[in-house]
């Protein structure tokens, strides 16, 4: 058997085996995947792809997989330990992985490599453009001018802002979020919050490769108020709404406290799916 790092430059060969979300992160900073092959000329055995994660108030650098893939329990027990190597060599001392569907023989490698399963409840949330559109009320709920989509800013400015953002550590699911083309924005969607012409929040959303809709990040700060995180998701919404057919996929996902409290909040008759999470000490 024979590990090999997928990359930008190869990453074309490992369309059959990942999803096609996964494989458009493949060259991003913080993503890696690894694959094991029996005979390089043929498919994989496995592939696992994960990100490396920096955890505000943690020491300990984490790392979540996001993509797994394995032809068998021992394929799946031999790319774990491949990937361990790697983990450790990053510095990385947490992994945990949400497993949404029910591979027995992924299940068996985890927990004997030392994983702990429960059941939980997923941090994504998925829903259609029509189930959103009763966010925005009735009678007059425009934005405020102050909140502005991204196309209206230039790429110097967007830039700027963004770099603001990051002094401010909100950078939600988007820890190279300085390092991403314009182009991976969806710009007319995605929005600010200008005061006094200073940028003090976003929300960011990513059109995927299977067309979905993914809110990367959604965060404010004085002299933002959270009314003002409302007015920016109801500007998202209505934008949505206008250029996109109601049954367009929207992806949720939080990553902190505050968010899932917000998301909570918002979308409190959403069912979320159950799912189990693998976790592991290093």
């Not at 790319?79 to 983990?87: K, N, Q, S, T, W």
């Not at 029910?102 to 259609?128: C, F, I, P, W």
Request: with cysteine; aromatic share 8%.
């Amino acid at each position: 058997m024979k590990c090999i790092m997928i990359s930008e430059e190869n990453k074309s060969q490992y369309v059959d085996q990942m999803d096609a979300e996964m494989l458009e992160n493949i060259g991003r900073k913080y993503y890696r995947a690894l694959a094991l092959h029996e005979d390089v000329e043929h498919a994989p055995q496995a592939v696992v792809v994960w990100k490396i994660l920096h955890i505000p108030n943690e020491k300990k650098t984490a790392a979540e997989i996001r993509w797994f893939y394995a032809k068998n329990e021992a394929t799946a027990g031999s790319i774990l330990a491949e990937c361990e190597r790697e983990f450790v060599q990053e510095g990385i001392r947490r992994v945990f992985f949400e497993c949404e569907d029910e591979n027995e023989e992924r299940k068996a490698a985890l927990k004997d490599h030392g994983y702990t399963l429960q059941m939980k409840e997923s941090r994504e949330l998925v829903m259609t453009v029509a189930e959103l559109i009763p966010l925005l009320g009735t009678g007059d709920n425009q934005p405020p001018s102050y909140v502005k989509s991204m196309d209206q800013s230039t790429f110097r400015q967007v830039r700027a802002d963004i770099k603001n953002c990051m002094k401010q550590g909100r950078m939600g699911a988007l820890e190279d979020l300085d390092e991403l083309p314009f182009e991976w924005f969806e710009p007319e969607v995605s929005c600010v919050i200008q005061i006094e012409g200073n940028i003090c929040g976003f929300l960011v959303v990513h059109r995927t490769a299977k067309k979905r809709l993914a809110v990367k990040l959604f965060t404010a700060w004085r002299p933002a108020t959270n009314q003002d995180l409302i007015h920016m998701i109801r500007f998202a919404i209505q934008k949505v709404q206008a250029k996109y057919d109601p049954k367009t996929q929207v992806v949720i996902r939080t990553y902190d406290a505050a968010g899932e409290a917000l998301v909570k909040k918002l979308f409190s008759k959403a069912e979320r799916r159950k799912l189990q999470e693998a976790q592991k000490n290093l």
